[in-house]
């Protein structure tokens, strides 16, 4: 069982940037790979970015390309998205999620998940 948690949320004007953070409880997180969601009002959960077990590879969706990082510290068992040049459409809970092996973009295939954390960017 994985346990975890997400922080940093909160509000921002467009162009502006926010930090989420997600802690994990188990002791084997470096056996985890990790992963960005986000889900806006009315709308289905969607893929931001994951990162691999080891940290090295990472992938993101199109629309975040460029603006956003997702890291991990194995060492502290945590995971980090920085977003920069945020926009109003971007708006939504965003999850942390993980799962043991390969990472992948589809939200079905992870099976632990956070609470959630409210970003929300102004006009």
């Known amino acids: 069982q994985v346990q975890l948690v997400e922080s940093g949320g909160g509000l921002v004007q467009a162009g502006g940037s926010l930090r989420l953070s997600c802690a994990a409880s188990?002791?084997?997180?470096?056996?985890?790979?990790m992963a960005w969601f986000r889900q806006a009002p009315g709308k289905e959960r969607e893929f931001v970015a994951y990162i691999r077990r080891s940290g090295g590879s990472t992938y993101y969706a199109d629309s975040v390309k460029g603006r956003f990082t997702i890291s991990r510290d194995n060492a502290k068992n945590t995971v980090s998205l920085q977003m920069n040049s945020l926009k109003p459409e971007e708006t939504a809970v965003y999850y942390c999620?993980?799962?043991?092996?390969?990472?992948?973009?589809?939200?079905?295939?992870?099976?632990?998940w956070g609470q959630g954390t409210q970003v929300t960017v102004s006009s």
């Open positions: 188990r002791r084997t997180f470096n056996g985890y790979a």
């Open positions: 999620a993980s799962r043991m092996g390969w990472a992948t973009t589809s939200a079905r295939d992870y099976e632990y």
